[in-house]
């Protein structure tokens, strides 16, 4: 399957401040990642589909705003946590999907478990 | 709508007990796939398995064996003979044939397997 590769794997910020989260496909070329946010000891919500040049779909409940996502390459998408509160501190894990693959599959990144103090 | 349950919240188990985590799923496609990951503590998603739903074959990869009913709308995961380090959250989880792809996940199964 694909090989994902998620930076950072932790981080702390202020409350206030904007954290950047990269997600990259290193060896398929990704028209689809999917953003999935998960509280402790619970399953991985969706939050947003992102798709290669054009605009993230957001599931219901999910803030655009507070939550950017840009997926301007085939091989890499950002997760921009915006204005962060100490809620928005919880694990975050990117997807690749691998559509058309005879490997059809998901695969996922290491995650990124960011806390807002 | 599509919707995955996994009724087991936690299990605990001696090793080299067998356990078999149970996964129930909701859809109207007729297609569609089936998967399981397994989360160990680190926190990163491992791929275990996925199924077709034309595929009722059940399938065996070492000591892990999966049951797939369609009748019953089931796809349990069983591990043999169970070592710690199988300890882990597993996931089963349910995906459309279709553009969006979206995997919908069950709540996971938080499995300890005690020496």
């Known amino acids: 399957g694909a090989v994902v590769s998620q930076h950072p794997s932790r981080v702390i910020c202020k409350s206030g401040t904007s954290v950047k989260i990269e997600c990259r496909s290193l060896d398929f070329q990704a028209t689809t990642m999917f953003w999935y946010r998960q509280f402790p000891k619970k399953s991985l919500m969706l939050m947003a589909t992102?798709?290669?040049?054009?605009?993230?779909?957001?599931e219901q409940g999910v803030e655009k705003d507070k939550f950017l996502i840009n997926h301007a390459s085939l091989t890499l998408s950002t997760l921009t946590v915006t204005s962060a509160h100490p809620e928005d501190s919880s694990f975050y894990i990117c997807s690749v999907s691998e559509q058309g693959s005879l490997a059809y599959g998901y695969t996922f990144g290491s995650g990124t478990r960011l806390t807002v103090v | 709508a599509q919707k995955v349950t996994q009724a087991q919240t936690e299990i605990s188990v001696v090793e080299k007990e067998d356990v078999t985590l149970d996964c129930v799923y909701e859809?109207?496609?007729?297609?569609?796939?089936l998967f399981w990951y397994k989360q160990p503590p680190s926190g990163e998603l491992v791929f275990l398995i996925r199924?077709?739903?034309?595929?009722?074959q059940n399938e065996i990869s070492g000591r892990y064996s999966w049951n797939f009913q369609k009748s019953t709308s089931s796809f349990n995961f069983t591990i043999t003979a169970s070592q710690v380090v199988d300890s882990a959250v597993y996931f089963c989880?349910?995906?459309?044939?279709?553009?969006?792809?979206?995997?919908?996940f069950g709540s996971g199964t938080r499995l300890l397997v005690r020496p």
């Open positions: 992102s798709n290669e040049g054009s605009k993230a779909t957001y």
């Open positions: 859809t109207r496609d007729t297609t569609y796939y």
């Open positions: 989880a349910l995906s459309r044939m279709d553009s969006s792809y979206k995997l919908i």
């Open positions: 199924r077709n739903s034309f595929d009722e």
